[in-house]
C-alpha cells in the first residue's frame, strides 16, 4: 500500500479541491465540487481506516522522501492508531462542514469554501506528519484559513465581535507556535533529528533539564490548542463568532490537534511526563469543573457549548497525565468522540440560528413544537455529550475515568478522578436546563413560520448520530485501532 | 593582474555610464530604462561564469568567492526588479532624465563592490559608491517630503560614515594592517589593548549599523521611507540592507574570529542590537497608519532578526543571514510593487484607504496580503523558512533567550501585517474601480510571489546555494 502515497493523496486532495473551487462558474457548482472533493477524501479515509493493520503496533503508510537535505528534514508521513483516528475525524468533520454551509454561505462563497478546503489539508498534515518541521509547518498554514473564516464570515456586531476574535485567534495561536518553534529547534540541535520516530529513542540522552525545557515550551503551545487553563480564553471567542462550519472544525478538529500533539509528547519525553503528572491533572480537574461551572452561566447558546469544550477537554487531560495505557485509550477516543458530538451541537446550532436568527437562550423557548426534528437532533446529541450510555459519550467518558482511576502513576488520583467525576453531574445540569430553556416551555409565536430541518440536514444529523450511536454501541471499531499504538506508548512509559 | 575578476562590477558600472551618455541622444526615456534592464544580462553573465572562484584580487583589496557572487546576483536581482516596478511610477516624477536609471545602476556597482571587499579602505569607498546615488534619488521628487527626507538621510549617513571611518583608522592603528585577514592574523596573535579595540569595534556596528537600519542607528528609516519615491524606498529597503548586511558579515567573520573574548564580546553586543532592535521596530510599527512607514519599522524589525544570524557567528548563522536576505527581499519587494500600483490608483499611502483593496485588486491584494504573511513568518512561505533556519542558527550559538524574544516579536508582528490584511478583504470599498498597472510591474509581482512560495516549500535550492556562498578564509 505504501507505494501508493495515499497519504499524500489524503493530505493534497482538498487542494485539488481549491482548483476546482476558484475555476467553477457557479456557486452551484463550487458547493458541489467542495462537497465532492470531501466526501472523496473521507471515503479515502474510510478505506484507509478498513485497512489498517490492527495488529501492527507502529506507523502504517509510512511515506518518506528527501524534503531539505541541507539540515535532514525529511517529507516524512505515517499514522499509527491514534493519527489514523483523528484523519478520520477530521476528514469526516470536512465533509459535514461543506453541507452545514450549504444553505447558510451565498456571500463570497468561492473564498469560503477555498479557506475551508486549506484548514482541510493543513489539519490532515498535522496528524500524518512525523517531521517536526513538517508537522510545524502544517500546524502554522492552519491558522490562516481560520483567520479568514471568522473574520469574514463571523457573527457581526452586535451579537458578535468577528474581527476582535480573529485576530485573538490568531495571536494566541501564533504564540504558541513561536513557543512550540524554539523547542522543535532546542531538539533538534540537541539530537540532530526532526523525526519524531527517532526522537523517541534520541531524546532520553539528553539532560533532564533541557528535556524539560524542550517539554514545556512544546506543550505550551498544545495546551493553548487544546485549550488548557488559563490559556483558554481565546476559545470562547472564536468559537461563538466563527461561521457554523468554523466552529465544527474548530470544536471538532482543530482542538484536537492539542490533544494529540500531547500524546505524541509523552511518548517523546516520558520521564518529564510523569514528573510532572500531578500539576497536569490538577490542571485537568481546573479545566473540567472551572469549564462546566462557567457553561452553566452562558446566555448565548453556541458560547455556552463552547465552554462546554473547554470542561470537556478537561477529560482529554486528565486522560492523557494519568499515563496509563486505558486512560491514555480513553483520551483518545473522548477526542473522537467529542469531535463528532460538539460538532454536531454547533451544526444544529449554526442550524438554529441561520433559521430562526436568534440564539440567546432567553429568546428561545418551546422550539420542539414548531421544529421537532431539530429538538430531537439536539437532544440525542446533548445527551451524547452529558454521557448517557449507549452513546460514545459514555463509553470515552467510562474509559478515561476507569483508566484513570485504576493509574498507578500517583497516589491521590483516585481523588483527582472522583473529582473529575463530579463535573459530570455538572455537564447533566447544564444540558438538560439548556435543553429545556430552548425546546419546551411555552412556544413563541414569533418562531411559528421557522422552518424545520430539511432533508439535507437531516441526512446530516443523521450521520453524526450514526457514528456516535455506532461507537456508544460498539466501541471496538476504535479501541482496537487504539491499542497498539498505546501499548507501545505505555512501553515507553514503562507500565 | 586578471580584470576579469571583478567583470561584473566593471560592466554594471560600464552600463551606468552609457545610460548617461545615451540620455543625451534619447527623447524617448522609456527606452533607457528597457537597455537598463537588458543591460543587467551582461553583469548577470560574468558573474554566473565567475561562479566556483576563490581568489583576491589588487593585494588584497577584493575578494571573488561565493559570498561576494552570490550577494553580486541579488543586487542584479534588486536592480532589475526596480527598473521593472519603476515604470509605473516615473510619470510623477517631474523632469524625469536618465540619470534616474543612471544613478539606480551606479548604487548597485556599489553594493557589488561592498559585497566582494577584503579590506578596510575599500569598503570605506564601495560604501560611499553605493550611498551617494542614494542619496540623490530619495530627494528625487523634489517635493518637501522627498527633499527633507534626501537632506536627512545626506547628514546622517555623513555621520555614519564618519564613525565608521573613526573605527576602522582605530582598527588601522591598533593593528597596522587594513587587509581583514592580516587584521585577523595581528589579533590573534595578542597584545593589543582592550579598551580602544572594543571601541573600534563599536564604532564599526555603529557604522554598519546605519546601513542595517539597526536600532539605535535606525533613525532615519521612517521619514526616508516615507518621503522618497516608492520604488526607491523598495530599493533602499532591500538593497542597503542586504548590503550591510553583507560587510558587517565579512568583517567581523573574518577579522574579529580571535581572539576569543572578543568574539564573545561583538557577538553578545549584537545578540543585544538584535532584541533591541527587532522589538523597538515591531512595537512602533502597530501605531502606524502609513504603509510605508508600516514597511520602514517592519524593516527594522527584520535587521533584528537578521542580526541573530550575525551574533551566531557560525556557518549556520551566515547561510542563515543570506537565506533571510533573499526571503526578505522577495517579500518586501513584492509588498511594495503592490504598493506602488496602488498608491498610483488611489494616490494615498494611508492603509485606510487600503480598505476593500480585495474586491477592487483581487490579484495585487492577495499577493500584498501573501507578502506580508511572509514577512510574518507564516508558512507556505519563504519567510517561515527564513525564520526557522536564522533561529536555529541562535539556538546553535547558545541564545535561546534571544530566540524566544524573536518568536514573540514574530506574534507582535503579525498584528500590524494582518490589520493591513483585514483593510483589503474585510472593509467595504470606497469605490468599485478596478486598479490598473503595466505588464513590467505584474511581471514584478509575479516573480516575487513565485519566489515567495516557491522557496517556502521547496527551500533547498536557495539553502543549497546558501551555504555554497562561502567567505574565504
Request: with cysteine.
Given at each position: 500500500?505504501?507505494?501508493?502515497?495515499?497519504?499524500?493523496?489524503?493530505?493534497?486532495?482538498?487542494?485539488?479541491?481549491?482548483?476546482?473551487?476558484?475555476?467553477?462558474?457557479?456557486?452551484?457548482?463550487?458547493?458541489?465540487?467542495?462537497?465532492?472533493?470531501?466526501?472523496?477524501?473521507?471515503?479515502?479515509?474510510?478505506?484507509?481506516?478498513?485497512?489498517?493493520?490492527?495488529?501492527?503496533?507502529?506507523?502504517?503508510?509510512?511515506?518518506?522522501?528527501?524534503?531539505?537535505?541541507?539540515?535532514?528534514?525529511?517529507?516524512?508521513?505515517?499514522?499509527?492508531?491514534?493519527?489514523?483516528?483523528?484523519?478520520?475525524?477530521?476528514?469526516?468533520?470536512?465533509?459535514?462542514?461543506?453541507?452545514?454551509?450549504?444553505?447558510?454561505?451565498?456571500?463570497?462563497?468561492?473564498?469560503?469554501?477555498?479557506?475551508?478546503?486549506?484548514?482541510?489539508?493543513?489539519?490532515?498534515?498535522?496528524?500524518?506528519?512525523?517531521?517536526?518541521?513538517?508537522?510545524?509547518?502544517?500546524?502554522?498554514?492552519?491558522?490562516?484559513?481560520?483567520?479568514?473564516?471568522?473574520?469574514?464570515?463571523?457573527?457581526?456586531?452586535?451579537?458578535?465581535?468577528?474581527?476582535?476574535?480573529?485576530?485573538?485567534?490568531?495571536?494566541?495561536?501564533?504564540?504558541?507556535?513561536?513557543?512550540?518553534?524554539?523547542?522543535?529547534?532546542?531538539?533538534?540541535?540537541?539530537?540532530?533529528?526532526?523525526?519524531?520516530?527517532?526522537?523517541?529513542?534520541?531524546?532520553?540522552?539528553?539532560?533532564?533539564?533541557?528535556?524539560?525545557?524542550?517539554?514545556?515550551?512544546?506543550?505550551?503551545?498544545?495546551?493553548?490548542?487544546?485549550?488548557?487553563?488559563?490559556?483558554?480564553?481565546?476559545?470562547?471567542?472564536?468559537?461563538?463568532?466563527?461561521?457554523?462550519?468554523?466552529?465544527?472544525?474548530?470544536?471538532?478538529?482543530?482542538?484536537?490537534?492539542?490533544?494529540?500533539?500531547?500524546?505524541?509528547?509523552?511518548?517523546?519525553?516520558?520521564?518529564?511526563?510523569?514528573?510532572?503528572?500531578?500539576?497536569?491533572?490538577?490542571?485537568?480537574?481546573?479545566?473540567?469543573?472551572?469549564?462546566?461551572?462557567?457553561?452553566?452561566?452562558?446566555?448565548?447558546?453556541?458560547?455556552?457549548?463552547?465552554?462546554?469544550?473547554?470542561?470537556?477537554?478537561?477529560?482529554?487531560?486528565?486522560?492523557?497525565?494519568?499515563?496509563?495505557?486505558?486512560?491514555?485509550?480513553?483520551?483518545?477516543?473522548?477526542?473522537?468522540?467529542?469531535?463528532?458530538?460538539?460538532?454536531?451541537?454547533?451544526?444544529?446550532?449554526?442550524?438554529?440560528?441561520?433559521?430562526?436568527?436568534?440564539?440567546?437562550?432567553?429568546?428561545?423557548?418551546?422550539?420542539?413544537?414548531?421544529?421537532?426534528?431539530?429538538?430531537?437532533?439536539?437532544?440525542?446529541?446533548?445527551?451524547?455529550?452529558?454521557?448517557?450510555?449507549?452513546?460514545?459519550?459514555?463509553?470515552?467518558?467510562?474509559?478515561?475515568?476507569?483508566?484513570?482511576?485504576?493509574?498507578?502513576?500517583?497516589?491521590?488520583?483516585?481523588?483527582?478522578?472522583?473529582?473529575?467525576?463530579?463535573?459530570?453531574?455538572?455537564?447533566?445540569?447544564?444540558?438538560?436546563?439548556?435543553?429545556?430553556?430552548?425546546?419546551?416551555?411555552?412556544?413563541?409565536?414569533?418562531?411559528?413560520?421557522?422552518?424545520?430541518?430539511?432533508?439535507?440536514?437531516?441526512?446530516?444529523?443523521?450521520?453524526?448520530?450514526?457514528?456516535?450511536?455506532?461507537?456508544?454501541?460498539?466501541?471496538?471499531?476504535?479501541?482496537?485501532?487504539?491499542?497498539?499504538?498505546?501499548?507501545?506508548?505505555?512501553?515507553?512509559?514503562?507500565? | 593582474?586578471?580584470?576579469?575578476?571583478?567583470?561584473?562590477?566593471?560592466?554594471?558600472?560600464?552600463?551606468?555610464?552609457?545610460?548617461?551618455?545615451?540620455?543625451?541622444?534619447?527623447?524617448?526615456?522609456?527606452?533607457?530604462?528597457?537597455?537598463?534592464?537588458?543591460?543587467?544580462?551582461?553583469?548577470?553573465?560574468?558573474?554566473?561564469?565567475?561562479?566556483?572562484?576563490?581568489?583576491?584580487?589588487?593585494?588584497?583589496?577584493?575578494?571573488?568567492?561565493?559570498?561576494?557572487?552570490?550577494?553580486?546576483?541579488?543586487?542584479?536581482?534588486?536592480?532589475?526588479?526596480?527598473?521593472?516596478?519603476?515604470?509605473?511610477?516615473?510619470?510623477?516624477?517631474?523632469?524625469?532624465?536618465?540619470?534616474?536609471?543612471?544613478?539606480?545602476?551606479?548604487?548597485?556597482?556599489?553594493?557589488?563592490?561592498?559585497?566582494?571587499?577584503?579590506?578596510?579602505?575599500?569598503?570605506?569607498?564601495?560604501?560611499?559608491?553605493?550611498?551617494?546615488?542614494?542619496y540623490?534619488?530619495v530627494a528625487f521628487l523634489k517635493d518637501e517630503k522627498s527633499t527633507e527626507a534626501g537632506i536627512k538621510y545626506l547628514?546622517?549617513?555623513?555621520?555614519?560614515?564618519?564613525?565608521?571611518?573613526?573605527?576602522?583608522?582605530?582598527?588601522?592603528?591598533?593593528?597596522?594592517?587594513?587587509?581583514?585577514?592580516?587584521?585577523?592574523?595581528?589579533?590573534?596573535?595578542?597584545?593589543?589593548?582592550?579598551?580602544?579595540?572594543?571601541?573600534?569595534?563599536?564604532?564599526?556596528?555603529?557604522?554598519?549599523?546605519?546601513?542595517?537600519?539597526?536600532?539605535?542607528?535606525?533613525?532615519?528609516?521612517?521619514?526616508?521611507?516615507?518621503g522618497a519615491?516608492?520604488?526607491?524606498?523598495?530599493?533602499?529597503?532591500?538593497?542597503?540592507?542586504?548590503?550591510?548586511?553583507?560587510?558587517?558579515?565579512?568583517?567581523?567573520?573574518?577579522?574579529?574570529?580571535?581572539?576569543?573574548?572578543?568574539?564573545?564580546?561583538?557577538?553578545?553586543?549584537?545578540?543585544?542590537?538584535?532584541?533591541?532592535?527587532?522589538?523597538?521596530?515591531?512595537?512602533?510599527?502597530?501605531?502606524?497608519?502609513?504603509?510605508?512607514?508600516?514597511?520602514?519599522?517592519?524593516?527594522?524589525?527584520?535587521?533584528?532578526?537578521?542580526?541573530?544570524?550575525?551574533?551566531?557567528?557560525?556557518?549556520?548563522?551566515?547561510?542563515?543571514?543570506?537565506?533571510?536576505?533573499?526571503?526578505?527581499?522577495?517579500?518586501?519587494?513584492?509588498?511594495?510593487?503592490?504598493?506602488?500600483?496602488?498608491?498610483?490608483?488611489?494616490?494615498?499611502?494611508?492603509?485606510?484607504?487600503?480598505?476593500?483593496?480585495?474586491?477592487?485588486?483581487?490579484?495585487?491584494?492577495?499577493?500584498?496580503?501573501?507578502?506580508?504573511?511572509?514577512?510574518?513568518?507564516?508558512?507556505?512561505?519563504?519567510?517561515?523558512?527564513?525564520?526557522?533556519?536564522?533561529?536555529?542558527?541562535?539556538?546553535?550559538?547558545?541564545?535561546?533567550?534571544?530566540?524566544?524574544?524573536?518568536?514573540?516579536?514574530?506574534?507582535?508582528?503579525?498584528?500590524?501585517?494582518?490589520?493591513?490584511?483585514?483593510?483589503?478583504?474585510?472593509?467595504?470599498?470606497?469605490?468599485?474601480?478596478?486598479?490598473?498597472?503595466?505588464?513590467?510591474?505584474?511581471?514584478?509581482?509575479?516573480?516575487?510571489?513565485?519566489?515567495?512560495?516557491?522557496?517556502?516549500?521547496?527551500?533547498?535550492?536557495?539553502?543549497?546555494?546558501?551555504?555554497?556562498?562561502?567567505?574565504?578564509?
Amino acid at each position: 500500500m505504501e507505494d501508493y502515497h495515499l497519504l499524500s493523496v489524503v493530505i493534497f486532495l482538498p487542494i485539488l479541491g481549491i482548483g476546482w473551487v476558484l475555476l467553477a462558474r457557479s456557486e452551484r457548482e463550487i458547493k458541489l465540487g467542495a462537497a465532492a472533493f470531501t466526501a472523496l477524501n473521507l471515503a479515502l479515509s474510510l478505506a484507509l481506516f478498513c485497512l489498517f493493520d490492527r495488529s501492527a503496533p507502529g506507523l502504517q503508510l509510512v511515506e518518506k522522501a528527501s524534503w531539505i537535505p541541507a539540515i535532514n528534514a525529511e517529507y516524512f508521513l505515517g499514522v499509527d492508531g491514534i493519527s489514523m483516528l483523528m484523519v478520520l475525524l477530521t476528514s469526516f468533520l470536512s465533509f459535514l462542514a461543506v453541507l452545514v454551509s450549504w444553505t447558510e454561505i451565498h456571500f463570497r462563497a468561492r473564498e469560503y469554501f477555498a479557506w475551508l478546503l486549506l484548514l482541510e489539508t493543513s489539519i490532515l498534515g498535522v496528524f500524518c506528519a512525523q517531521d517536526l518541521l513538517l508537522f510545524f509547518l502544517f500546524w502554522e498554514i492552519e491558522m490562516i484559513p481560520m483567520y479568514f473564516l471568522i473574520s469574514i464570515w463571523g457573527t457581526p456586531p452586535p451579537l458578535g465581535r468577528k474581527e476582535y476574535s480573529a485576530i485573538k485567534y490568531v495571536i494566541y495561536t501564533f504564540t504558541g507556535s513561536a513557543m512550540m518553534l524554539a523547542g522543535i529547534l532546542l531538539a533538534y540541535f540537541y539530537t540532530g533529528t526532526w523525526s519524531m520516530v527517532e526522537l523517541v529513542d534520541k531524546a532520553p540522552a539528553l539532560s533532564i533539564g533541557l528535556r524539560t525545557l524542550i517539554f514545556f515550551l512544546i506543550f505550551f503551545c498544545f495546551a493553548v490548542k487544546l485549550p488548557m487553563f488559563p490559556l483558554h480564553t481565546w476559545l470562547p471567542d472564536a468559537h461563538t463568532d466563527a461561521p457554523t462550519a468554523g466552529s465544527v472544525m474548530l470544536a471538532g478538529a482543530l482542538i484536537k490537534m492539542g490533544g494529540y500533539g500531547m500524546i505524541r509528547e509523552v511518548g517523546i519525553f516520558p520521564e518529564v511526563a510523569k514528573a510532572y503528572a500531578f500539576m497536569l491533572v490538577i490542571f485537568a480537574l481546573i479545566n473540567t469543573l472551572y469549564g462546566a461551572a462557567v457553561t452553566l452561566r452562558q446566555t448565548d447558546l453556541k458560547r455556552l457549548i463552547a465552554y462546554s469544550s473547554i470542561s470537556h477537554m478537561g477529560y482529554v487531560l486528565l486522560g492523557i497525565f494519568a499515563l496509563a495505557p486505558l486512560s491514555l485509550t480513553g483520551a483518545t477516543l473522548q477526542m473522537f468522540s467529542h469531535g463528532l458530538i460538539t460538532g454536531m451541537l454547533f451544526a444544529l446550532v449554526g442550524l438554529l440560528y441561520h433559521k430562526a436568527h436568534e440564539r440567546r437562550i432567553p429568546l428561545l423557548g418551546g422550539l420542539a413544537r414548531q421544529m421537532p426534528l431539530l429538538a430531537v437532533a439536539f437532544s440525542i446529541a446533548g445527551l451524547a455529550s452529558l454521557g448517557l450510555p449507549t452513546t460514545s459519550g459514555f463509553v470515552a467518558e467510562f474509559i478515561t475515568f476507569w483508566g484513570s482511576f485504576t493509574s498507578p502513576i500517583f497516589p491521590a488520583i483516585k481523588i483527582c478522578t472522583i473529582i473529575a467525576m463530579i463535573c459530570m453531574v455538572i455537564t447533566a445540569g447544564y444540558m438538560l436546563w439548556v435543553i429545556e430553556r430552548v425546546f419546551y416551555r411555552e412556544p413563541k409565536p414569533e418562531y411559528d413560520r421557522t422552518p424545520d430541518l430539511g432533508p439535507l440536514e437531516l441526512a446530516m444529523s443523521t450521520l453524526f448520530i450514526v457514528g456516535i450511536m455506532l461507537i456508544g454501541v460498539y466501541p471496538r471499531v476504535l479501541t482496537d485501532v487504539i491499542n497498539p499504538s498505546v501499548m507501545s506508548l505505555a512501553k515507553a512509559l514503562g507500565l | 593582474m586578471n580584470w576579469y575578476l571583478i567583470s561584473p562590477q566593471l560592466s554594471l558600472g560600464a552600463l551606468a555610464l552609457i545610460i548617461v551618455l545615451l540620455d543625451l541622444f534619447l527623447k524617448e526615456k522609456r527606452i533607457l530604462g528597457i537597455v537598463s534592464a537588458a543591460g543587467l544580462a551582461l553583469p548577470f553573465g560574468f558573474a554566473l561564469s565567475l561562479w566556483g572562484h576563490q581568489e583576491t584580487i589588487l593585494s588584497g583589496m577584493l575578494a571573488v568567492d561565493g559570498f561576494s557572487l552570490f550577494f553580486c546576483f541579488l543586487f542584479l536581482g534588486i536592480a532589475f526588479l526596480t527598473l521593472l516596478y519603476s515604470t509605473d511610477y516615473l510619470p510623477r516624477i517631474p523632469r524625469l532624465h536618465g540619470e534616474y536609471y543612471a544613478l539606480i545602476l551606479l548604487s548597485t556597482t556599489g553594493f557589488t563592490f561592498l559585497a566582494a571587499t577584503g579590506e578596510l579602505i575599500s569598503i570605506y569607498l564601495a560604501l560611499e559608491l553605493s550611498s551617494l546615488p542614494l542619496y540623490a534619488l530619495v530627494a528625487f521628487l523634489k517635493d518637501e517630503k522627498s527633499t527633507e527626507a534626501g537632506i536627512k538621510y545626506l547628514l546622517l549617513g555623513a555621520i555614519a560614515s564618519a564613525t565608521l571611518l573613526y573605527g576602522m583608522a582605530l582598527m588601522f592603528g591598533l593593528t597596522g594592517r587594513t587587509e581583514l585577514s592580516e587584521i585577523a592574523q595581528a589579533l590573534a596573535a595578542g597584545g593589543i589593548r582592550e579598551p580602544a579595540l572594543l571601541l573600534g569595534v563599536v564604532l564599526l556596528i555603529a557604522g554598519f549599523g546605519f546601513k542595517m537600519a539597526a536600532v539605535p542607528f535606525h533613525g532615519w528609516v521612517p521619514d526616508v521611507y516615507e518621503g522618497a519615491p516608492t520604488p526607491i524606498t523598495a530599493y533602499i529597503s532591500v538593497g542597503s540592507k542586504a548590503a550591510g548586511f553583507a560587510v558587517i558579515l565579512r568583517v567581523f567573520y573574518q577579522a574579529f574570529g580571535q581572539p576569543a573574548w572578543l568574539h564573545a564580546d561583538w557577538s553578545l553586543t549584537i545578540a543585544v542590537l538584535s532584541a533591541i532592535t527587532m522589538t523597538l521596530g515591531n512595537v512602533v510599527a502597530i501605531w502606524q497608519g502609513n504603509i510605508k512607514r508600516l514597511l520602514g519599522y517592519s524593516g527594522i524589525a527584520n535587521a533584528g532578526y537578521l542580526m541573530v544570524g550575525l551574533a551566531a557567528a557560525s556557518n549556520i548563522g551566515r547561510s542563515g543571514v543570506i537565506f533571510f536576505l533573499v526571503a526578505y527581499t522577495l517579500a518586501n519587494l513584492g509588498a511594495f510593487t503592490a504598493i506602488i500600483a496602488i498608491s498610483n490608483k488611489i494616490e494615498s499611502d494611508l492603509i485606510e484607504d487600503y480598505s476593500g483593496m480585495a474586491r477592487r485588486a483581487p490579484a495585487l491584494a492577495l499577493i500584498l496580503a501573501l507578502c506580508l504573511i511572509s514577512l510574518t513568518g507564516i508558512p507556505p512561505t519563504a519567510g517561515f523558512m527564513a525564520k526557522v533556519y536564522i533561529f536555529s542558527a541562535g539556538i546553535q550559538a547558545g541564545f535561546l533567550w534571544l530566540v524566544i524574544i524573536g518568536v514573540v516579536n514574530s506574534v507582535i508582528s503579525a498584528y500590524y501585517y494582518l490589520r493591513v490584511v483585514k483593510v483589503m478583504f474585510l472593509s467595504q470599498p470606497s469605490s468599485e474601480e478596478g486598479v490598473p498597472s503595466s505588464g513590467a510591474l505584474r511581471a514584478a509581482l509575479a516573480i516575487t510571489a513565485l519566489g515567495v512560495l516557491l522557496f517556502g516549500v521547496f527551500p533547498y535550492v536557495l539553502l543549497h546555494l546558501a551555504e555554497n556562498a562561502t567567505l574565504l578564509p
